[in-house]
C-alpha cells in the first residue's frame, strides 16, 4: 500500500497536533495540581480584583500619566520603551482590559501589543517581529515554565495561571492572561 506525499503529510500534521495538545493537557494539569496559586497580572491587577479596584488602580496610573485610554476607548493604554532607546521604532503600544465573572471579579485580562510606529509597509514592525520580543517579555514578567506551541497559539502554564499568545493580524499580537481555576471551575459546573 503506497501513502502518497500528501497523506503523509497530513497523517504527521495531525499526529503533531494531537502530540501537542496532548503535551497541553498534561501541562494544565500537572500545574492545576500542583497547587501553585499565581494571581498577579500586572502592576497591581490580580485575579479575583474587583471591578471597581481595576477601575481605582487605572485612575491612580491615569493619574500618574502611566496610562490613558486606548483606541475606541475600549482599552486602557500605556506604552512600554526601552531603557536603552529612544528610537520611536521601539516602542511597544501594550492595551489591555480585564474581563470580569458574574461577580464582578477579575478572571482574565485580555492584552494587545503593537509598535507605535507600525504600519502596513513598515514591515520590520510587524507582528510576526514582535511576538517573539512579546514572548521574551512574558518571560521576564512571569519566569517559569517555558511557552509551547498549540496550533498557531503559544501558551504558558505556571500554577493557575495560563499566558496564551499569537499574532492577531499584521499588526497586533493578542495575548490573554487567565485564570485557569475559575475556567476549569466553570467547565466542571
Not at 72 to 84: A, M
Not at 168 to 183: A, C, N, P, Q
Request: include cysteine; charge should be positive; hydrophobic fraction near 35%.
Amino acid at each position: 500500500m503506497k501513502i502518497s506525499v500528501g497523506r503523509a503529510t497530513l497523517l504527521c500534521s495531525i499526529f503533531f497536533l494531537v502530540a501537542c495538545q496532548s503535551e497541553y493537557t498534561k501541562l494544565v494539569e500537572n500545574e492545576l495540581a500542583s497547587g501553585a496559586k499565581n494571581d498577579s497580572i500586572f502592576y497591581d491587577f490580580k485575579f479575583g480584583q474587583s471591578k471597581s479596584e481595576f477601575y481605582n488602580s487605572c485612575w491612580e496610573y491615569n493619574k500618574k500619566k502611566i496610562f490613558t485610554h486606548g483606541p475606541s476607548n475600549n482599552y486602557v493604554q500605556t506604552i512600554l520603551k526601552p531603557k536603552d532607546s529612544s528610537n520611536v521604532k521601539d516602542k511597544i503600544r501594550m492595551l489591555f482590559y480585564a474581563k470580569f465573572n458574574a461577580k464582578d471579579e477579575i478572571i482574565a485580562m485580555d492584552v494587545k501589543f503593537s509598535h507605535v510606529a507600525w504600519a502596513p509597509w513598515n514591515k520590520e514592525l510587524h507582528a510576526d517581529k514582535l511576538l517573539p520580543k512579546v514572548k521574551d517579555t512574558l518571560m521576564k514578567w512571569y519566569p517559569g515554565n517555558e511557552f509551547i506551541k498549540v496550533k498557531d497559539v503559544y501558551v504558558k502554564v505556571d500554577g493557575n495561571r495560563q499566558i496564551r499568545v499569537k499574532e492577531e493580524d499584521t499588526k497586533d499580537v493578542s495575548v490573554i492572561i487567565e485564570d485557569m481555576d475559575y475556567r476549569y471551575k466553570e467547565l466542571t459546573k
